[in-house]
């Protein structure tokens, strides 16, 4: 005998026995497929057929079974004939429970539907499918880079304050004021700005490419790691730091992404491909 079977609107088949079982047991067909056999003019969902003992010499072990009857009148009741009991496995990704169903696997993991799109994003960037990260919140990211920030504002005014000490100490008795700039003036606010970029820069790079994180995220037990949870290269640190210049520049709401993202990421966790981590 052979059989048919619905995928969607498209029929399939003629097809053996043998092949129903491999299709059950791939899971590309479950009980809820449209079957026929070619001694049947409608379509019947496989596990009606199960019920009817239709499919008995077909049906092989599969993630369902049909429920026994009750042995003993104080045993609880069970499912009626026909009725498939569904196993349920737990999603190695959200840790929650769901029928064989409803989940696919990849290699030793089970994906529900809701985790799969986000796996599968991750998969794409190469991250390790093993590793659970607990990405970090928005607000303990605040306050990490409001350590920063004050470390840096510290360092940044002791070096101007003595850069402008020496200029001092080194400039004429009297400057005409028409000629203020021409006198160091100009260079002096030249080099200040020239710092306030090259020292966060050369803070944020070392301090995550050496030991993975700065010391205000540190302070917060945060760390940055790449996508699959490794440890974040020194020139990706040094990209990260300069990405986070587009982050500010578009009304800081490149730092408000990290409240809404799945992965709490920031825009220049985005473009880096970086995740911020609690260890």
């Known amino acids: 005998m052979t059989w048919f079977y619905k995928e969607g609107r498209q029929e399939i088949g003629p097809i053996g026995k043998s092949q129903l079982q491999e299709l059950i047991h791939a899971r590309r067909i479950n009980g809820q497929t449209l079957v026929r056999s070619t001694a049947m003019t409608d379509w019947r969902p496989l596990a009606?057929?199960?019920?009817?003992?239709?499919?008995?010499?077909?049906?092989?072990?599969?993630p369902t079974e049909i429920?026994?009857?009750?042995?003993?009148?104080?045993?609880p009741p069970a499912p009626e004939a026909g009725v498939l009991r569904t196993e349920s496995v737990v999603c190695s990704q959200c840790k929650r429970t769901f029928p064989k169903e409803q989940v696919v696997r990849f290699d030793n993991q089970v994906i529900c539907a809701a985790c799969k799109p986000l796996f599968v994003q991750r998969l794409k960037e190469g991250v390790a499918i093993g590793g659970i990260l607990k990405y970090a919140g928005f607000w303990v990211r605040f306050g990490a880079k409001c350590i920063d920030y004050?470390?840096?504002?510290?360092?940044?005014?002791?070096?101007?304050?003595?850069?402008?000490?020496?200029?001092?100490?080194s400039a004429p008795a009297y400057v005409d004021p028409a000629d203020a700039f021409s006198s160091g003036a100009l260079w002096l606010l030249g080099i200040q700005q020239l710092i306030g970029i090259l020292i966060p820069a050369l803070y944020t790079t070392f301090f995550i490419g050496r030991f993975g994180a700065t010391p205000g995220k540190m302070a917060c037990n945060l760390k940055v790691v790449a996508a699959d949870g490794g440890k974040?290269?020194?020139?990706?640190?040094?990209?990260?730091?300069?990405?986070?210049?587009?982050?500010?520049?578009?009304?800081?709401f490149g730092y408000l992404m990290v409240a809404f993202?799945?992965?709490?990421?920031?825009?220049?966790?985005?473009?880096?491909?970086?995740?911020v981590v609690r260890k």
């Open 48 to 62: 009606e057929m199960v019920g009817a003992k239709q499919t008995a010499d077909i049906t092989p072990a599969s």
């Open 67 to 75: 429920a026994p009857a009750a042995a003993t009148a104080n045993a």
């Open 150 to 169: 004050l470390i840096l504002g510290v360092t940044h005014m002791i070096i101007v304050v003595a850069m402008s000490f020496l200029t001092s100490a």
């Open 232 to 252: 974040v290269s020194y020139m990706r640190a040094l990209g990260r730091n300069f990405a986070e210049f587009i982050s500010a520049l578009i009304m800081m």
């Open 261 to 275: 993202d799945g992965e709490k990421r920031a825009l220049h966790d985005r473009i880096c491909s970086t995740r």
